[in-house]
């Protein structure tokens, strides 16, 4: 996620994605942060000279709401990490408290909330937050360079409460008595924080300009780099999970349903949001052997188009009582299995699979309109295992184009760059240009 002003790479930018990096550590949440830190030295040990010398620019993602508690001055971790899906009922219990004033439906109330992950902490470990501080993932190996204490972006702190309209803390988390560990600068993704100050990190990022920016939440990363630009522009990413992201004029966010805006730029919304309705479905009845060739038989016998077996009216998920977002694997598993018996083969049962996530996709960007979203679906930028099949994107496409009142296709296409990575670096290259 580096910026070189010479443009040898690819519109100067270098990729390097650290969590690909094959490491030897258990991978246990007491010892992540060193395979983090690892990860991190390696990774710029592993660029050429000649390439580090002509670096100007760094800014790194990571996943949102995985969190760290630190010493306020050296930056060395006092706790384990705490991930992203690992959940803090007494955290969340805290902060339901009347002393809290925590509203009823904030996306902080959920136990796996950055601000429930802090507010644990304060309640079980220590309870005097001057002595420590939070910093997200991507904020501690960002200090990790410039070494500038309490400094986080708009992006990753959404979910610990920060409101990126106000660009500020409500009052009500400025009252909680741990207040004083929140980081306390707040930037827009692609920042400048200050030049590399850490001496290690100087043994690999040598020029003396060469400055840290703020990054941002992987998936929003993913959004940046697929090329999306423009209100009515969408992202999906479809991997073991669907999440799904939209260029909206207006903020949309109802914690109930999953949806929530991330602030990009100076005028948009990217509001979005995840469902189980995924990947993981079909590795639950097919290998990738399999996927290919029943995909085959799918586009050899033009089954969608011609509607062959019914195929595009299958809606397996349609009747899940607590919507797409609420729909666990297991489940939607469950209401596969006691639809494929009903199926001619397992080319048709694969087809309707497609078409059901296909239709979920679909429900999930017309839910974020009928919610506020300023802008019908223009076109859906894809990235994801989901991305790679052809056949598939064809059918989502069909499907996003029902009822559509312009009476235009909206396209499904492959984003041109699909790693977060590639999305981070573009804002170390705005960072750098931005002084």
Same mark, same amino acid.
């Given at each position: 996620m580096f910026y070189s002003s010479e443009e040898e790479e690819k519109d100067g930018l270098l990729i390097r994605d650290v969590e690909k990096k094959k490491r030897n550590i258990s991978s246990s949440s007491s010892s992540m942060t060193a395979i983090w830190e690892d990860a991190l030295w390696t990774s710029l040990e592993n660029i050429p000279r000649e390439t580090r010398e002509?670096?100007?620019?760094?800014?790194?993602?990571?996943?949102?709401?995985?969190?760290?508690?630190?010493?306020?001055?050296?930056?060395?971790?006092?706790?384990?990490?705490?991930?992203?899906?690992?959940?803090?009922?007494?955290?969340?219990?805290?902060?339901?408290?009347?002393?809290?004033?925590?509203?009823?439906?904030?996306?902080?109330?959920?136990?796996?909330?950055?601000?429930?992950?802090?507010?644990?902490?304060?309640?079980?470990?220590?309870?005097?937050?001057?002595?420590?501080?939070?910093?997200?993932?991507?904020?501690?190996?960002?200090?990790?360079?410039?070494?500038?204490?309490?400094?986080?972006?708009?992006?990753?702190?959404l979910k610990l409460g920060f409101d990126p309209g106000s660009e500020t803390y409500p009052q009500w988390m400025l009252d909680l008595p741990f207040a004083e560990a929140l980081p306390k600068t707040m930037l827009p993704p692609g920042a400048r924080i200050g030049v590399v100050q850490n001496?290690?990190?100087?043994?690999?990022?040598?020029?003396?300009?060469?400055?840290?920016?703020?990054?941002?939440?992987d998936s929003v990363a993913a959004f940046i780099a697929s090329g999306a630009n423009e209100p009515g522009d969408a992202c999906t990413s479809l991997g073991s999970t669907l999440a799904w992201k939209l260029i909206s004029e207006a903020r949309v966010d109802d914690a109930s349903v999953g949806i929530y805006s991330h602030k990009?730029?100076?005028? %948009?919304?990217?509001? +979005? #949001? !995840?469902? *189980?309705?995924?990947?993981?479905?079909? /590795?639950?009845?097919?290998?990738?052997?399999?996927?290919q060739s029943l995909t085959d038989t799918i586009e050899m016998e033009n089954m969608f188009e011609l509607n062959l077996f019914g195929v595009r009216d299958a809606d397996f998920f349609k009747s899940n009582a607590g919507g797409d977002f609420g729909l666990e694997v297991s489940d939607a598993v469950k209401k596969c299995e006691s639809e494929r018996e009903t199926c001619e083969n397992d080319a048709v049962f694969l087809c309707k699979i497609f078409s059901s996530i296909a239709k979920a996709e679909k429900r999930c960007y017309d839910n974020a309109n009928a919610m506020g979203a300023s802008e019908k679906l223009?076109?859906? %930028?894809?990235?994801? +295992? #989901? !991305?790679? *099949?052809?056949?598939?994107?064809?059918? /989502?496409?069909?499907?996003?184009?029902i009822d559509n009142k312009s009476g235009s296709t909206i396209d499904v296409v492959a984003s041109e760059y699909t790693e977060a990575s590639y999305g981070t670096a573009l804002l170390a290259k705005k960072g750098y240009h931005s002084r």
């Open positions: 002509r670096i100007v620019s760094v800014a790194i993602d990571g996943t949102s709401g995985t969190v760290i508690i630190v010493h306020p001055e050296s930056g060395e971790p006092l706790y384990k990490a705490m991930m992203y899906n690992e959940k803090f009922e007494v955290g969340a219990q805290y902060l339901a408290s009347e002393s809290c004033r925590v509203p009823d439906g904030h996306v902080t109330r959920s136990s796996t909330s950055a601000l429930s992950k802090l507010a644990h902490y304060f309640a079980n470990e220590h309870p005097k937050p001057i002595s420590y501080k939070l910093l997200h993932h991507a904020d501690w190996l960002s200090y990790k360079l410039h070494e500038n204490m309490g400094v986080s972006d708009f992006n990753n702190s001496p290690r990190a100087k043994e690999f990022l040598s020029n003396p300009e060469c400055i840290v920016c703020t990054g941002t939440t990009i730029g100076d005028q %948009y919304w990217l509001v +979005g #949001g !995840a469902c *189980n309705t995924g990947g993981n479905i079909l /590795r639950a009845f097919f290998t990738n052997d399999e996927l223009k076109k859906v %930028y894809t990235s994801g +295992g #989901g !991305a790679a *099949n052809a056949t598939w994107c064809k059918m /989502r496409s069909s499907c996003l184009s």
